[in-house]
């Protein structure tokens, strides 16, 4: 199986960064094949979505064609992941599934 996991930030190592970090690590020898992307910095340095139109679109369209991912698996679309891209999924057929890591939607105080 092939995963491509999609998140806004891989430049620090916080949770969400942990978390994937590890599933590169350990899912391998359980014959998951795991992809991790971030899009580079966008607007203001990641102030504004990283993800904010077509360009970020199509470098998903092109990791898809790569990969020939199983699934397509994001991480916190709410914060600076705009769901604009997954629209590439979509397109392909590949199923998206999300992870929310934290909860700020439904309590803006976390």
Known sequence: MKVLHLTD???MMGGVQRYLSTLETILPDAGVDCVVWAPEA???GGAVSRWYGR???GQLQ???DRHAPDVVHAHN???RLSPIPL???AAAGVPVVMT???YAWVCPRK
């Open 87 to 89: 629209g590439a999924a």
């Open 62 to 64: 092109e990791l898809i």
């Open 9 to 11: 930030d891989m430049s």
């Open 55 to 57: 360009r970020h679109r």
């Open 100 to 102: 929310v890591h934290d």
């Open 77 to 79: 679309l709410w914060m």
């Open 42 to 44: 966008g607007l203001l």
